[in-house]
């Protein structure tokens, strides 16, 4: 049974306790028990793992390890996202406009060492999902275009064509926020949604996609997400990702339950919104939440007016 909302946790190690004997081993700084355990996570989980429990291998252990043995990608991977993600908290969220030329210079500097880290791993070993992942992240940043980003996706479908971690990265490479484009984007989403097999987290991306559209127009956000087509393919996407008998809750299954108990908050549909808020409990994904603030303050605030028995408006 999950917990009431009351005391929210944003710990993904509540969501996925299957990952708590992970991150106890990486505290430890036993990295060759830490790898046999990874290889019970197979596919995306596996990638999914690497970026969630980064920030508890102690870089130096990740150093001393690809110094040893350069084509251990599990290592390259894990290294990667910590100097993105470090990268990227020196830029921070805001548009490009409010960030400073020295934070730039310093996020460009931290990105390039991720890429050298990236670069060096699929030198000895290109086989492996998560590296390349990675390095679509990291291409985004250094602002390598949408070819680069599409060739390194590329690598990601040849081995695994429903990699939705890879997935998710190349639609936000498609967003108009980074040179893409609405059709682009949503041709992508619908294509990695639909073809993925049914109760898997594939469909999501239909939801990132309508709300990427709907943040990129100056108004009308309200019409265009209530219009009749988006609200049908949103039911859609539910039926066949969160409400599927199939559907299991693997790393990422609160996120899938609340980008679209955001959305059909925002259409001011609170009867769809409210079990997907039941659902999790207590449970927080700070993605979505956080495009609009504070995700503690914001979910609070959207899941309270789903909770409310009165009209919308």
Same mark, same amino acid.
């Given at each position: 049974?999950?917990?009431?909302?009351?005391?929210?946790?944003?710990?993904?190690?509540?969501?996925?306790?299957?990952?708590?004997?992970?991150?106890?081993?990486?505290?430890?700084?036993?990295?060759?028990?830490?790898?046999?355990?990874?290889?019970?996570?197979?596919?995306?989980?596996?990638?999914?793992?690497?970026?969630?429990?980064?920030?508890? +291998? #102690?870089? %130096?252990?990740?150093?001393?390890? @690809?110094? /040893? &043995?350069?084509?251990?990608?599990? $290592?390259?991977?894990?290294?990667?996202?910590?100097?993105?993600?470090?990268?990227?908290?020196?830029?921070?969220?805001?548009?490009?406009?409010?960030?400073?030329?020295?934070?730039?210079?310093?996020?460009?500097?931290?990105?390039?060492?991720?890429?050298?880290?990236?670069?060096?791993?699929?030198?000895?070993?290109?086989?492996?999902?998560?590296?390349?992942?990675?390095?679509?992240?990291?291409?985004?940043?250094?602002?390598?275009?949408?070819?680069?980003?599409?060739?390194?996706?590329?690598?990601?479908?040849?081995?695994?064509?429903?990699?939705?971690?890879?997935?998710?990265?190349?639609?936000?490479?498609?967003?108009?926020?980074?040179?893409?484009?609405?059709?682009?984007?949503?041709?992508?989403?619908?294509?990695?949604?639909?073809? +993925? #097999?049914? %109760?898997?987290?594939?469909?999501? @991306?239909? /939801? &990132?996609?309508?709300?990427?559209? $709907?943040?990129?127009?100056?108004?009308?956000?309200?019409?265009?997400?209530?219009?009749?087509?988006?609200?049908?393919?949103?039911?859609?996407?539910?039926?066949?990702?969160?409400?599927?008998?199939?559907?299991?809750?693997?790393?990422?299954?609160?996120?899938?339950?609340?980008?679209?108990?955001?959305?059909?908050?925002?259409?001011?549909?609170?009867?769809?919104?409210?079990?997907?808020?039941?659902?999790?409990?207590?449970?927080?994904?700070?993605?979505?939440?956080?495009?609009?603030?504070?995700?503690?303050?914001?979910?609070?605030?959207?899941?309270?007016?789903?909770?409310?028995?009165?009209?919308?408006?």
């Amino acid at each position: 049974m999950i917990a009431a909302p009351d005391d929210l946790t944003t710990d993904p190690m509540v969501a996925s306790p299957e990952l708590v004997p992970l991150r106890d081993t990486l505290r430890a700084g036993d990295w060759v028990a830490f790898r046999d355990q990874l290889a019970g996570h197979l596919g995306d989980s596996r990638t999914r793992a690497i970026g969630i429990l980064s920030p508890y +291998a #102690p870089q %130096g252990l990740l150093e001393s390890v @690809l110094e /040893a &043995d350069p084509a251990d990608t599990s $290592a390259a991977a894990m290294l990667a996202v910590r100097l993105t993600d470090e990268a990227w908290a020196v830029r921070t969220g805001q548009k490009a406009r409010d960030v400073s030329r020295e934070q730039f210079d310093r996020f460009h500097e931290m990105l390039a060492g991720a890429e050298r880290v990236t670069a060096d791993s699929v030198a000895h070993d290109d086989s492996d999902p998560a590296v390349w992942t990675q390095r679509l992240t990291i291409a985004r940043g250094l602002e390598m275009g949408q070819a680069e980003a599409q060739r390194r996706y590329d690598q990601v479908a040849a081995r695994d064509p429903h990699h939705l971690p890879a997935q998710v990265q190349l639609l936000q490479q498609l967003c108009p926020k980074w040179g893409g484009s609405v059709e682009a984007m949503h041709e992508f989403a619908r294509q990695c949604a639909w073809s +993925a #097999p049914e %109760g898997t987290q594939q469909p999501t @991306l239909i /939801a &990132d996609a309508h709300l990427e559209h $709907a943040l990129s127009l100056s108004g009308g956000r309200q019409d265009y997400l209530s219009s009749r087509a988006v609200v049908d393919e949103l039911r859609e996407a539910m039926r066949r990702s969160i409400l599927h008998p199939s559907f299991q809750r693997t790393v990422g299954w609160v996120y899938a339950h609340h980008i679209f108990a955001l959305l059909f908050g925002l259409i001011g549909d609170r009867k769809t919104a409210r079990p997907l808020y039941e659902a999790t409990g207590n449970l927080l994904s700070e993605d979505p939440w956080n495009y609009f603030g504070d995700p503690v303050t914001v979910y609070r605030e959207h899941r309270a007016r789903a909770m409310r028995k009165t009209r919308w408006f």
